[in-house]
């Protein structure tokens, strides 16, 4: 009897074990391979338009000027990442590197985009992150991984543009916590400040908030789970994966903005990320604005508190 309990005892715990690791596994996926709207290029680009309509006249017109362009680079794992690029309108040294958030492409950063162009008059450059748009890869990386890829985009900006380039780098919400990342790197001399709209503290609390949010379940066991099998198919870990980590290596100037109505990426965690970096730095939070909105609901005043910040270090 009490051999047969044992194995019985034994089955159940293989069960749940694999029932377990199935369910990690799903969240991995789920989190990492969603379903990609960022490969829908055309999509995107009538969304854009939709959204903002005077961004059609103005792809338009860089389209006619053969201005609107495209480039491809490998990086050291063999994978092929696209972005495009303008020109300012008058030369310049003045650059902007602009990182989309997730599920996005480069074309759904296109009114940033317009803004550091047409409105402040710099050169700009939008990747496409893996697993998105152009770019190869066959996994969302949550921006660690990507924080190599868009400081291999910033060389590439700076060969494009001139040794003489000054750089900001600007993200939203995957990208601001991508451009966070960066920032906790070791910093070319042309790189000359930072800009994170709705960026996370790091994959756990995001991971962990959206698996409440979305499941009403706990952070044991599958965070626990789906952290591991990240370590072993991608290399890096949720907790690893830290924006609050980098910035506090980070002594260039940033600009945190945050909408206070934000519930995706909640408000809270700006006011974490902003006291762990040290100075100079600069805060907004945005009234009314839910998450990566801030630009679309105060399109005026988004502008001009980019331009009095970028001048500043520019």
Same mark, same amino acid.
């Given at each position: ?24 596994? %799903? ?32 792809? =338009? ?12 680079? %490998? ?23 602009? +990182? ?36 190869? #890869? ?77 499941? #009403? ?9 789906? =952290? ?18 980098? +910035? ?11 909408? =206070?109505?934000?519930?995706? +990426? ?39 508190? +980019? ?8």
């Amino acid at each position: 009897m009490k051999k047969k309990y044992l194995i019985g005892t034994g089955i159940v715990l293989v069960l749940l074990a694999a029932i377990l690791l199935g369910a990690g596994q %799903y969240m991995l996926n789920y989190s990492l391979r969603p379903d990609n709207r960022g490969r829908d290029l055309a999509g995107s680009w009538q969304y854009m338009f939709d959204t903002y309509p005077y961004l059609k006249s103005w792809k =338009d017109s860089l389209q006619n000027a053969g201005a609107l362009k495209d480039t491809f680079i %490998y990086a050291p794992d063999d994978v092929k990442m696209h972005a495009y690029y303008v020109a300012a309108a008058q030369p310049t040294a003045k650059t902007a590197v602009i +990182v989309h958030g997730y599920t996005d492409n480069a074309i759904r950063m296109m009114m940033i985009g317009y803004m550091y162009n047409k409105e402040l008059g710099f050169n700009i450059l939008l990747p496409d992150l893996r697993d998105t748009g152009l770019s190869g #890869g066959d996994a969302i990386q949550m921006g660690w991984l990507d924080r190599k890829d868009v400081i291999q985009w910033m060389n590439t900006a700076n060969e494009i543009y001139g040794d003489s380039t000054r750089m900001v780098v600007h993200g939203i919400s995957m990208g601001a916590a991508t451009t966070m990342m960066v920032s906790g790197e070791p910093q070319p001399g042309y790189v000359k400040c930072f800009v994170e709209d709705c960026g996370y503290t790091n994959v756990w609390d995001q991971f962990s908030k959206e698996l409440k949010a979305q499941f #009403g379940l706990p952070r044991f066991p599958l965070m626990y789970i789906a =952290d591991r099998l990240c370590r072993m198919e991608y290399g890096w870990g949720f907790k690893e994966a830290s924006a609050l980590k980098q +910035v506090a290596r980070c002594h260039l100037p940033m600009f945190f903005i945050h909408g =206070d109505k934000d519930d995706y +990426v909640p408000t809270r965690m700006v006011y974490k990320l902003y006291e762990a970096k040290p100075e100079p730095k600069e805060l907004w939070i945005v009234p009314g604005a839910d998450h990566a909105h801030s630009y679309l609901i105060h399109t005026k005043e988004y502008t001009e508190r +980019v331009r009095e910040f970028t001048n500043r270090y520019i």
